[in-house]
């Protein structure tokens, strides 16, 4: 999704028809090898509360060894630095450049403070959450629809966290002071439930400020009912919120190419 979000990032910043720069693809790619890299570094870190929580992940149930693991994630960062560095080459853009630092060393601050801070690891990976969609908007100039995405983006973002945390309760207890052990599981969901609604009212913003496609409309709804879905659900079934989350967000995705 990071790769997409640089190239839906790039498209909402430019007007149609504009054919698609060489650095575009080098800055998705190295959008997708941080991510897979964060991911992988997270996995090998959390082995032992994953073995509670969920035992059906690669390196909890040892289908894959730490050693692979951890070479892999080394291709990962060599292609990171390796695309940037291209990238930068080509283009001498100086802001994608620094927004790439920027989500390197806002995922180092998420993995060695924020993990284990609560509410502050959620809104970190929020916020990182919105870094691909700058990065592809850097190429052409920022534009105000791509600074309006970043709300949306944020927002929902910021829910799933917070309902992820409640599923991963019993594996973080000990470990780290998620915002449900904290506080608990009913300010969790009224908490997610309020990041929903903003995100919700973001998604129409753009009506007010630009003419925007039935497309952008029919695709928001379907996203804004999955939303809607998802918070009715959390009070119960949180893991099926967060499947819901995640499609809505999907469907996001697309309608943020016609706007």
Request: contains cysteine.
């Amino acid at each position: 999704m990071a790769a997409a979000a640089v190239m839906i990032g790039w498209h909402v910043s430019v007007d149609d028809g504009t054919t698609v720069p060489i650095v575009i693809p080098l800055l998705a790619l190295c959008a997708f090898s941080i991510v897979s890299a964060a991911n992988i570094a997270n996995d090998l870190r959390d082995i032992p509360q994953d073995r509670k929580v969920h035992p059906k992940r690669a390196l909890a149930a040892g289908s894959i060894s730490k050693m692979g693991s951890t070479i892999v994630l080394i291709t990962f960062l060599i292609i990171t630095l390796s695309s940037l560095l291209v990238s930068f080459i080509i283009d001498r853009n100086f802001l994608s450049f620094l927004i790439i630092l920027l989500s390197f060393f806002s995922l180092m601050f998420y993995e060695t403070i924020a993990k284990g801070k609560g509410l502050l690891g959620n809104v970190t990976i929020a916020y990182l959450t919105i870094l691909p969609f700058l990065l592809g908007a850097s190429v052409p100039g920022l534009s105000a629809k791509v600074i309006l995405l970043c709300p949306m983006a944020f927002c929902i973002n910021l829910s799933r966290e917070l309902l992820k945390d409640i599923m991963d309760m019993e594996g973080d207890r000990g470990w780290r002071l998620s915002f449900p052990i904290l506080h608990g599981i009913e300010r969790t969901i009224r908490a997610s439930d309020l990041a929903i609604a903003l995100a919700m009212i973001s998604s129409i913003l753009p009506l007010f400020f630009w003419k925007v496609g039935i497309h952008y409309l029919v695709l928001v709804l379907c996203s804004d009912i999955l939303f809607i879905t998802a918070s009715f659900f959390s009070k119960w079934r949180v893991g099926t919120s967060v499947l819901s989350i995640k499609l809505g967000m999907v469907l996001g995705l697309m309608g943020f190419i016609f706007l």
